[in-house]
Nanobody, 115 residues
């Protein structure tokens, strides 16, 4: 059994910063790709950023230059540093982990950016 848990969400004013964390635990082996997705009210879940096992990264155009994704393989942990937040960044942020061909999702952490 593998568990994936996000943390670090909260309420922040526009222009502020938050750092999200995602930890994989349980029967964890080599983790391949990891990624952050978000879902705003009445919208589909969308990719925010992703990182491969060799630290190759990809970002949604809307967050380029403001968000930074990273991972610590020794801790089975992924991070998302979010700077210069805007109200449009509001949503539930989900962690996605790919391992041995299986995809695991966390329960999500709420991020709310006030104007």
């Amino acid at each position: 059994q593998v568990q994936v848990a996000e943390s670090g969400g909260g309420l922040v004013q526009a222009g502020g910063s938050l750092r999200l964390s995602c930890v994989a635990s349980g029967r964890v082996s080599i983790i391949n790709d990891m990624g952050w997705y978000r879902q705003a009210p009445d919208k589909q879940r969308e990719l925010v950023a992703e990182i491969t096992s060799i630290d190759s990264t990809n970002y949604a155009d809307s967050v380029k230059g403001r968000f930074t994704i990273s991972r610590d393989n020794a801790k089975n942990t992924m991070y998302l540093q979010m700077n210069s937040l805007i109200p449009e960044d509001t949503g539930v942020y989900y962690c996605r982990v790919v391992m041995r061909g299986y995809v695991y999702w966390g329960q999500g952490t709420q991020v709310t950016v006030s104007s």
